[in-house]
């Protein structure tokens, strides 16, 4: 897939072939990169439902969303920095901080930028639903005061427990996706 996940996509079993159409039954198992142990998931055996007025359907499991969520958990992808540089871009400095968070005022009554780094603590929880997909998200933000020596002081921390729903549709041959937090 990329530099810190790959896919299993071999066969389960051998194709079925019919005089209409052809079952492929693939296996679909997400690693990280250079680390072939099996995932911490058991897949379940699902079922598509019987149409036949398209040319091709393709069916991913909660399974392959688990797997994808575990090889890139354990390859650090969900933990990312957000610089001085983006964070002026939104204008986000000690001094925001400061009006929700009063220490932050005693502690930095010079404005200085700010440094945020967002760590996944757990694996994200994949869940499919009837018209959607839930994640789940637990994790922690260490906010940073980034002074003129360009030396980071850490300023705080907080734990972050996030729920979304994200649900995709088909609009005028795009492929949409609406996000809501839920929590």
């Given at each position: 897939i990329d530099d810190l996940a790959k896919v299993d996509y071999s066969l389960n079993s051998l194709p079925a072939v019919f005089?209409?159409?052809?079952d492929l039954d693939l296996k679909g198992i997400v690693y990280p990169a250079g680390n072939c142990s099996?995932?911490?998931?058991?897949?379940?055996?699902f079922t598509i439902p019987d149409q036949s007025d398209s040319m091709l359907y393709l069916a991913f499991s909660e399974y392959f969303f688990q797997t994808s969520s575990f090889a890139y958990y354990t390859a650090g992808?969900?933990?990312?920095?957000?610089?001085?540089?983006?964070?002026?871009y939104f204008n986000i400095s000690t001094?925001?901080?400061?009006?929700?968070?009063?220490?932050?005022?005693?502690?930095?009554?010079?404005?200085?930028p700010v440094m945020l780094k967002l760590t996944a603590t757990e694996i994200p929880i994949i869940s499919l639903?009837?018209?959607?997909?839930?994640?789940?998200?637990?994790?922690?933000?260490?906010?940073?005061a980034v002074l003129p020596d360009s030396t980071p002081q850490s300023l705080f921390t907080m734990n972050i427990?996030?729920?979304?729903?994200?649900?995709?549709?088909?609009?005028?041959?795009?492929l949409m996706g609406s996000l809501c937090l839920n929590r």
């Open positions: 005089q209409p159409f052809i099996g995932p911490p998931y058991v897949s379940a055996p992808a969900f933990n990312i920095t957000i610089a001085e540089e983006t964070c002026s001094e925001i901080f400061g009006n929700i968070i009063p220490e932050v005022a005693k502690y930095s009554v010079t404005p200085y639903e009837q018209d959607s997909f839930t994640v789940e998200i637990q994790g922690s933000m260490e906010v940073f427990a996030a729920n979304t729903s994200i649900a995709l549709n088909i609009f005028d041959q795009k």
